[in-house]
């Protein structure tokens, strides 16, 4: 399918290929432009357009596919007495949001990016959700117009870098919830998700994910994308038991 760009992004080519070129991306192998283009478009931007533009969401689904295998590779090769427990939540950290959304800041990615003039009154541009999905989608562009090893190199030089700053105790609300549950009830946690809100043009703007054990939901939360709903309602989750164990404790 044919990407469809707004006027006013490609009118900026000439900029993103010169901020590419800042960050490392070897713009005189750009082969496919509006695909490059599209990278730096958040949905929200899109749908401000009565007609139907392209945005980098489905672009987010080749970084899902990548990034996790890299930084997975990297860790085996550098650390071979590190156990997979240790490399899963490594692993876990550097891949998360507020990583990814504090390297997207630290590259001036959420200057480049075209989002929804509702975004930018609300401050979008610092936004996690907006800036990590479009670092995932800038990687996702380069693995599959560019060179995959280029991709490789640009997520060492920008994310797994990020490692030193890193703690080994953190670990994702998903995978804490999970510890939790499974201590509890004896089994592994079931997300359900469903579509919570879409626009006109049918994009899902939040989705809904319950998380269920016995058929019974003991949290819920919503998100921008399923990945990101999942990761809140154990967060809810967790912070529901931490309210808890310390309500007993005063008593």
Not at 16 to 38: H, N, Q, R, T, W
Not at 161 to 167: K, M, N, Q, Y
């Amino acid at each position: 399918m044919a990407l469809r760009i707004p006027d006013e992004v490609r009118k900026k080519f000439p900029a993103l290929k010169e901020y590419a070129k800042k960050i490392g991306i070897s713009v005189e192998k750009i082969k496919d432009e509006d695909l490059f283009l599209c990278a730096f478009v958040h949905k929200s931007y899109a749908s401000d357009f009565k007609e139907e533009y392209s945005h980098n969401e489905r672009l987010e689904f080749v970084w899902d596919s990548i990034l996790g295998s890299i930084i997975a590779k990297k860790l085996f090769i550098t650390f071979p007495e590190m156990t997979e427990a240790h490399m899963t939540l490594y692993k876990i950290a550097l891949v998360r949001e507020e990583t990814l959304s504090i390297v997207a800041k630290k590259i001036g990615l959420n200057k480049e990016i075209f989002i929804s003039k509702w975004e930018e009154k609300n401050d979008g541009r610092n936004k996690a959700s907006i800036t990590s999905d479009a670092l995932e989608s800038l990687i996702g562009y380069i693995a599959l117009d560019i060179w995959y090893p280029e991709a490789e190199e640009f997520v060492l030089n920008y994310i797994y870098s990020e490692i030193d700053e890193l703690s080994i105790s953190v670990k994702s609300y998903k995978t804490r919830a999970q510890e939790y549950i499974q201590k509890m009830y004896k089994k592994i946690p079931i997300y359900v998700d469903s579509e919570e809100k879409t626009d006109n043009k049918h994009n899902v703007l939040v989705f809904r994910s319950e998380i269920r054990v016995n058929n019974e939901c003991i949290a819920v939360w919503y998100g921008t994308n399923k990945k990101k709903a999942q990761e809140d309602a154990a967060k809810n989750y967790c912070e529901s038991l931490t309210s808890a164990w310390k309500s007993d404790w005063k008593e």
